[in-house]
């Protein structure tokens, strides 16, 4: 049994790792206490800082998360701009700017995804804070996002959410290595909103000053991986019977999506983030294969026939839409008035 599955079906062999998780659970505690830093503009970041991230090892539904929020901000206005990790990138140096061309290679998939998705200004380095500057010496954003930055503390924020796998939950409620969390559940009591990926809530949250928010993802076009005219999964003709690929944090959530839509997949489960080949589509039978938009950005030049992308839209209440958008108001006419008053000392 691996140490994933584990954590997720209360292996009772992960007791003898407590000691370990204990001592981690002190140091991340003590590390948050010491480092976490509201307020943006006092650490002279001249515009609003959005969180978006997790507590939790694996796959959430941190990027939907993003792509809508920014798809929001523009809707009311506003320029976001997004710093990140860019896990897996290997750029020729940092900072370095991402764009709908950077082959995920050298940008990452998830921040070449989110670029090619939105057209946003996006900067990686695993330097949060020279990405931050990066961003804004070459961007005109009066927001920025930070995508999966909950745990990088140099990094000051106005306002933090916590993304949360519905189905999974928090695991077995234990930090790393007896259990998936890389900060305890009541860290979750600090951000503003919990946001639980296809479900109202999850068991082993801690008491939270706002309800969850429900954040459900809609798949909503089939589009071919070598480019042309996109459908809805509810006009696909070619069969049910496909070969589905994911990899992504949480592939039995895509492989699930697609028997929602009436497939019958033959899943192909790949690490998070896992490099691929054209070689390793040579499936049999041969049938069309249907895979993530994250694994797409891999394999735009592949020669694949009949390979399909499904992409999925995140959907969030009108309720917390309103209450993000008022508070990042707020935040913003806060940092006004410090910007000004200190161009006025």
Not at 152 to 180: F, K, M, S, T
Request: with cysteine.
């Amino acid at each position: 049994m691996s140490l994933e599955r584990a954590w997720y079906s209360g292996a009772s062999w992960l007791r003898m790792l407590r000691p370990l998780s204990a001592l981690f659970r002190c140091l991340v505690q003590r590390r948050c206490a010491r480092q976490r830093r509201l307020g943006s503009a006092e650490s002279g970041i001249p515009v609003p800082v959005v969180i978006v991230g997790n507590i939790s090892i694996g796959g959430t539904g941190k990027t939907p998360l993003t792509i809508a929020l920014i798809e929001l901000l523009r809707a009311e206005g506003y320029r976001p701009g997004v710093v990140s990790r860019g896990y897996g990138a290997a750029p020729p140096s940092y900072p370095w700017h991402v764009t709908a061309e950077t082959p995920p290679a050298t940008g990452g998939d998830e921040p070449c995804l989110i670029v090619q998705r939105t057209d946003v200004p996006l900067v990686i380095d695993p330097d949060r804070p020279r990405a931050v500057d990066a961003l804004l010496d070459h961007s005109p954003c009066d927001v920025i996002i930070s995508d999966d930055g909950l745990q990088h503390y140099a990094l000051a924020r106005d306002i933090e959410i916590a993304v949360v796998d519905g189905r999974r939950g928090l695991g077995n409620g234990h930090c790393l290595p007896e259990g998936p969390l890389r900060e305890p559940p009541e860290r979750l009591a600090l951000v503003d909103w919990v946001v639980v990926n296809g479900a109202a809530t999850v068991a082993g949250l801690p008491a939270l000053e706002q309800t969850p928010v429900c954040m459900q993802l809609f798949p909503s076009r089939l589009t071919p991986l070598s480019g042309g005219p996109s459908i809805r999964p509810e006009c696909w003709t070619q069969g049910r019977q496909v070969h589905a690929v994911a990899g992504i944090g949480n592939p039995g959530r895509f492989f699930d999506t697609l028997r929602s839509l009436g497939f019958e997949p033959i899943e192909h489960p790949l690490e998070d983030h896992a490099a691929m080949t054209p070689e390793q589509f040579d499936f049999l039978p041969p049938l069309p294969v249907i895979m993530t938009e994250k694994d797409a950005v891999k394999c735009r030049a592949f020669p694949l026939k009949e390979a399909w992308v499904l992409r999925v839209e995140a959907r969030l209440s009108a309720s917390f839409q309103s209450q993000f958008l008022q508070r990042l108001a707020q935040v913003s006419a806060q940092q006004t008035g410090q910007n000004n008053g200190s161009q006025t000392a």
